[in-house]
């Protein structure tokens, strides 16, 4: 089943803060994270696995709940390079394999 | 050596007809998988691969939809008697681990559209 992502869309200015936000009804085993700018592929962020960690990657971090299962993606003080649509994949069981499904994934748009 | 290569990069095919698209993984990733992106849209799950076989098909969105993978690596999706709702960006992606485990290397993509 697909994960929800909040908001859809999100405009800020460069240096401001934003938070996207991945929700699943479904146990996971992963959340994973993936920027796509426009007219080119998706590149991987990072992966949290289950525990409650928090990781990094610039001044981007993301945490996981895995009894909420829930996922949250931080951007700290937006640069311009940050522009994209955000994907949350989450990684759970469908039959006998484990597969990740992505969500519809939230647009954002920093300005100068 | 080289990312992920899909080609062709661009196919426009009319509505019938029968179209190949194919993938290169990165040499020595044993996962491989294939998505399917409309305009404007998410990533919808087609198919992925562990080595030759395919424990997933269930993305398959009917079955005009088939995939292959010889040799462990190089990939063809093939759809049969194409229509229109099949315009979209098919993109492929391999990963050192299966099953969702490992970072995701995405392909440039095939841009299909069926006139």
């Known amino acids: 089943q697909q994960p929800v992502q909040s908001p859809q869309a999100v405009i800020l200015r460069e240096g401001e803060d934003a938070v996207i936000n991945c929700s699943s009804s479904?146990?996971?085993?992963?959340v994973h994270w993936y920027r796509q700018k426009h007219g080119e592929a998706p590149v991987f962020l990072m992966i949290?696995?289950?525990?409650?960690e928090q990781k990094g990657h610039d001044k981007i971090s993301a945490s996981f709940n895995e009894k909420k299962q829930q996922s949250s993606l931080y951007l700290t003080a937006s640069q311009l390079s940050y522009s994209g649509t955000y994907f949350c994949?989450?990684?759970?069981?469908?039959?006998?394999?484990?597969?990740?499904?992505f969500g519809s994934g939230t647009q954002l748009t920093v300005l100068p | 050596g080289a990312g992920v290569s899909q080609s062709p990069s661009n196919k426009v095919t009319e509505k019938g007809k029968d179209v190949e698209l194919r993938c290169d993984p990165i040499?020595?990733?044993?996962?491989l998988y294939w998505y399917r992106q409309s305009l404007g849209q998410g990533l919808e799950f087609l198919i992925y691969?562990?080595?030759?076989?395919?424990?997933?098909k269930s993305g398959l969105p009917s079955d005009r939809f088939s995939a292959e993978r010889t040799g462990g690596s190089v990939s063809t999706l093939t759809i049969q008697r194409t229509q229109q709702e099949d315009s979209a960006v098919y993109l492929c992606?391999?990963?050192?681990?299966?099953?969702?485990?490992?970072?995701?290397?995405f392909g440039p993509g095939t841009r299909l559209t069926v006139t």
């Open positions: 040499s020595g990733h044993t996962a």
């Open positions: 994949g989450t990684e759970g069981v469908r039959g006998s394999a484990r597969q990740l499904t």
């Open positions: 479904k146990a996971l085993y992963s």
């Open positions: 691969f562990q080595g030759n076989s395919a424990p997933d």
């Open positions: 949290l696995l289950k525990g409650g």
């Open positions: 992606a391999s990963s050192l681990l299966g099953q969702g485990l490992g970072e995701q290397y």
